[in-house]
């Protein structure tokens, strides 16, 4: 049976570097360190596909949503051409938010449960909510380090694969923002990486003593026979687009 897949809209990633585009249900990283342009790339992504009639929602827990969207017009993206087909989920005020969806629902039934447990399920229901009412297809957090934080995981591999398998479960596609572990902390992320179905990396890679260059490198897409090679990244006039990194 023919898989489906949804497509980047970056020039040549698909083509080249997915060989079709990414498999339909998949939870996919996109991480990377500050500047790499993660947040750009996720919603360039639900953008693309909105227009083209797959409606997305994107979930932002680090700025507002009247940030995101100036950010995205300064890119050349039009948000408002996609205004009911990518809602915007503004959860940047992160616990305190999610702890006034539980005091206005009444998840908190058990007083001994931990609190962490009554923000992931009034989450979940909020998303839940959104995807009968939008009929969602495409998903983006951003970012899964901050959501981690506000969860509170006890058990951080558990959990992970617990909130992975429910967005599965979703029966989405979904782009999680995450930072590049540094190399002072190797253990983090490590469970996330694991479960994943797909990782895309992006990072500033230097050229001279001065000059930088944004590298993306697909380092797995369970079901695809990917391009795992490095490519230098590009935006030009509103596209990303990809090209063979030369070193």
Known sequence: MPKSFVYTHIRGFDEEVLRGGI??????????????????????????????GLPG?????????????????????????????????????????????VAKVGAMTDATAPRGEALVAVLKAKVLELRKKRKFELLAIDSWDALELILEFQ?????????????????VTSLLISEEPGWQAPSTGLEEEFLADGIVLLRLQPVTETAYQ???????????????????????????????AIG
């Not at 017009?73 to 809602?87: E, H, I, Q």
Request: proline content about 2%.
């Open 23 to 52: 498999p339909q249900g998949h939870v996919i990283l996109i991480r990377g360190a500050s500047g790499t342009m993660k947040s750009s790339l996720a919603y360039y992504i639900l953008y693309h596909n909105a227009l083209g």
């Open 57 to 101: 929602l994107y979930v932002t827990l680090e700025q507002t949503a009247g940030s995101l969207l100036e950010h995205v017009a300064s890119l050349g993206l039009k948000a408002t051409t996609v205004s009911d087909a990518l809602p915007i989920l503004d959860l940047s005020r992160g616990r305190e938010h999610l702890e006034e969806m």
């Open 155 to 171: 058990d951080r591999r558990a959990e992970t694969f617990g909130f992975f398998e429910w967005l599965r479960d979703l029966g």
């Open 214 to 244: 944004r590298r993306v490198q697909c380092v797995k897409m369970r079901s695809v026979n990917q391009d795992s090679d490095d490519h230098t990244l590009l935006f030009e006039n509103g596209r990303f687009e990809v090209a063979r």
